[in-house]
Structure formats: structure tokens, C-alpha cells
């Protein structure tokens, strides 16, 4: 089976502290995303990277980075944490199929983080 | 962006009662796929279509997807606690780029015994 862990399930941090979420696969996928979920406004996507050290912005990047320095591991940085970032953060990695074109995204349990 | 609509937004029914969440969008799909959520935890794959008018059965839920590829539906026969959850539908679209899942804002389903 698939797997998706993150490094916390629960963070309570302090505006302007500088946060890291870490999220591992064990599948070897190459492609791997965090979005962030929140009530009313459903999945949203932060960043994407399709190979070790490749990146793409989602839809919500302002105030995020990331970083994939090894195949298995993609990182979410808040730089400076501001109360609006207090939100579920979830990662997935994914695997697609030929034709006709299909994808499955496998995430991991979440990190509910609340900035104070 | 695309768009995906569901409905309804939340839905709370008696063990044993039947329910039909749908998802649309304006634009026509490539393939669609239905997530469940439990609390606390992230969304875990129930099915993917491709083909219009398809149909899907897994145990007491039957997944269709529309003829045109523009909707889908997700039916729960007696309907049980234990699928209590939200329900994400999310699609990719045809010409779109293929990095990006779209994500309805999802169903959230209670169940009461």
C-alpha cells in the first residue's frame, strides 16, 4: 500500500515564527503536491513539483515555499507564519496511467496548524 | 479555473435511508474521481471514470458519470454510520494542463443511527 506520512498531526506555532511541514512517500512517485483545506473553501492547491528539485506554483502560493531535495520528501516552508495560514495542510503524491488518462492522488493525514 | 459544483453542501439522514450527491461542471472532463474524507484525516480514493455514462458499484455505492462527461453522481443504498464523511468529487479536464487536480468543496455526509 501506498503510503503518505507528515511529520505532525497538530502544530500550534506564533505569527512570524517560521514553520516547516515535511511529508514522505514510499512510492517512488514523482509527483507530489500540498494543498491546504479549509471549511467553505474546499482543496486548494499551494505548490506542486513533478521531480526532485522542480516546482510549480499552485493556486495559493503567496506566502509559502517548498523545497524536494530528494524523490521521497517534499517540504512546506512558511517563512514568516501569519493567522490567516492557520488551516489543515495536506500533501498527496500521485500516480498516472496511460490512456485513457487517469491520476491518483494519495495523501497523507493531514497537519492541522494553528498560528496564534 | 474550472469549476466543480457539489451538491448538496451538507446532507444528514437516518441509518438506512438512500441519498444522491452530485457533482457538476461546465467544462467537460477527462476523468473524475470520488474521495472520502473522515475526520482528521486525509481524502482516501473511492473510484475514477473515464467513460461516459459509466457505472461503478463499489459495495452500496453506485458512481455514474454523465454521457456528456460534464457530471457525475455518487448513490449510497442504506446508508450505514460508517459513511459518514466528506465526499470530494475531482476531475481533470480535456486540454487542460495535467499537473492539476480540481477539487469540488465537497459533501459532508452524517450518518445518524
Known amino acids: 500500500d501506498v503510503k503518505v506520512t507528515q511529520s505532525s498531526r497538530y502544530l500550534v506555532k506564533r505569527t512570524g515564527e517560521k514553520v516547516f511541514l515535511e511529508c514522505v512517500q514510499d512510492?517512488?512517485?514523482?509527483?507530489m503536491f500540498w494543498y491546504r483545506q479549509d471549511p467553505g473553501l474546499g482543496l486548494r492547491l499551494i505548490y506542486f513539483?513533478?521531480?526532485?528539485?522542480?516546482?510549480e506554483k499552485g493556486d495559493i502560493p503567496e506566502g509559502y515555499s517548498v523545497s524536494r531535495e530528494k524523490k521521497e520528501r517534499f517540504s512546506l516552508i512558511l517563512e514568516s507564519a501569519s493567522t490567516n495560514q492557520t488551516s489543515m495542510y495536506l500533501c498527496a503524491s500521485r500516480t498516472i496511467m496511460g490512456q485513457p488518462y487517469q491520476e491518483t492522488q494519495y495523501f497523507g493525514p493531514g497537519t492541522r496548524l494553528l498560528v496564534l | 479555473t474550472q469549476l466543480l459544483e457539489q451538491s448538496p453542501q451538507f446532507l444528514s439522514i437516518q441509518e438506512g435511508e438512500n441519498l444522491t450527491v452530485y457533482c457538476n461542471s461546465s467544462?467537460?472532463?477527462?476523468?473524475l474521481q470520488w474521495y472520502r474524507q473522515e475526520p482528521g484525516e486525509g481524502p482516501v480514493l473511492l473510484v475514477t471514470?473515464?467513460?461516459?455514462?459509466e457505472v461503478k458499484k463499489l459495495k452500496r455505492l453506485t458512481f455514474q458519470f454523465g454521457d456528456a462527461r460534464k457530471d457525475s453522481s455518487l448513490h449510497i443504498t442504506a446508508a450505514q454510520p460508517g459513511d459518514t464523511g466528506l465526499y470530494l468529487c475531482?476531475?481533470?479536464?480535456?486540454?487542460?494542463?495535467?499537473?492539476?487536480?480540481?477539487f469540488g468543496k465537497g459533501t459532508k455526509l452524517s450518518v445518524i443511527p
Open positions: 471514470v473515464v467513460t461516459g455514462g
Open positions: 467544462s467537460v472532463f477527462s476523468s
Open positions: 513539483s513533478y521531480d526532485v528539485k522542480m516546482k
Open positions: 475531482a476531475g481533470t479536464f480535456s486540454g487542460a494542463g495535467s499537473y492539476q487536480l480540481t
Open positions: 512510492m517512488d512517485h514523482e509527483n
